[in-house]
């Protein structure tokens, strides 16, 4: 009961949160707004608690919603540049080796209680620019600290869903540019009957993945079975923004309850690096997000979010809000997660030979 009621009270504090950011016209409100709150809410010790359900639920909302804008014409947009995917998944995974070599070197022999054969496989999975849950996963089965890694990836998470909104829309504001996309282009009007069908549809898709065992199953599941509507031209249903502001307040709350206090006390000399390393991050993500869009002909905003080493989720999202290109950042992070999953620990061999 304590529970529900811990719930109930962070969800009420995380749309309040949403709300006062929507008034100051901030970025992003309805997940900055209960990201932000909730963080620091459970830094304070307040009892704040996320629920799995609802983030699932977010998930699979953003991924239905994401996917209604692949309407033909963007997929053979898309289909054009497998080249610049192809090198942006190079880019991501030479980038986290590097960052990864960066942070064990500043870092060796300097954080009591952790020998280099855990310190080694810890930085490196650290580094490495992908979905949190699943480099902890791998990091453990070699051996590293999984506080560590997961500590890594939350506060780099942190600072680039606060940093890439409000960059972007400097961005914007320096571009002079109103939107790359407005609306989904193959989205059909709302309907209740077209929603409830899209969402049969779409959460098949999560249930197919989520038994195959597959990262973030709720997210990339409904995406991709929007996509295929979309792509055909079968879409039942749009999504209506308040269901969509909804599934943002739910993952905004389920990135701030990672913060807890005892996340201050994770070895703070590795804290520091990773701040610093992930600034760092987004320095080179952006100046090669710049290379991107002069070889093929990208808005440089929509290729500077497609490479941010952020969520997949999140940068999706923030493409969404600000109307920048929308079907490229969603397919530039989901190839790049789906690649650094796949060769993440064949990479770590080799590059743990290294001397």
């Given amino acids: 009961m304590r529970g529900t009621a ?4 962070t969800l009420l504090l995380a749309w309040a949160a949403a709300e006062g950011c929507r008034r100051l016209h901030m970025p992003i409100p309805w997940m900055l707004g209960p990201l932000l709150a909730t963080a620091l809410a459970t830094l304070a010790r307040q009892p704040t608690r996320s629920s799995l359900r609802l983030r699932n639920f977010g998930q699979w909302v953003m991924g239905a919603s994401l996917g209604l804008y692949f309407s033909p014409a963007i997929v053979a947009q898309l289909a054009s540049l497998w080249w610049a995917v192809l090198a942006a998944v190079a880019w991501a995974l030479a980038l986290g080796a590097l960052y990864g070599r960066w942070l064990y070197r500043s870092c060796v022999g300097r954080l009591h209680g952790v ?7 810890s930085a490196y999975f650290a580094g490495a620019i992908g979905a949190a849950s699943e480099m902890t996963l791998l990091a453990e089965r070699e051996g590293a600290r999984a506080d560590l890694v997961a500590a890594s990836h939350s506060l780099r998470m942190l600072i680039v869903v606060l940093v890439m909104p409000f960059g972007m829309l400097l961005a914007k504001a320096w571009w002079n540019l109103e939107a790359v996309d407005l609306a989904p282009p193959a989205s059909a009007p709302f309907t209740a009957t077209g929603l409830a069908w899209l969402a049969l549809f779409t959460g098949a898709g999560g249930l197919a993945l989520q038994l195959g065992r597959l990262p973030n199953p709720w997210f990339l599941g409904p995406l991709l079975v929007a996509i295929g509507l979309a792509a055909t031209g079968t879409a ?12 943002q307040l739910v993952i905004g709350v389920s990135l701030g309850v990672r913060f807890s206090p005892q996340f201050l006390h994770t070895a703070p000399r590795w804290l520091a690096q990773v701040a610093l390393g992930t600034l760092g991050l987004l320095a080179a993500c952006a100046a090669f997000g710049l290379l991107l869009a002069w070889a093929t002909g990208l808005h440089p905003a929509t290729a500077i979010l497609g490479t941010a080493p952020g969520g997949m ?3 999706s999202i923030t493409a969404k809000v600000l109307q920048l290109g929308v079907p490229v950042v969603t397919a530039l992070q989901v190839t790049r997660l789906v690649a650094v999953l796949v060769l993440v620990r064949p990479a770590y061999r080799l590059w743990a030979r290294q001397p």
């Fill in 313 to 315: 989720t999140e940068m």
């Fill in 115 to 121: 020998d280099d054969a855990a310190l080694r496989p």
């Fill in 6 to 9: 811990s719930k109930l009270l």
């Fill in 236 to 247: 039942p249903s749009g999504v209506p923004t308040p269901l969509s502001n909804a599934a």
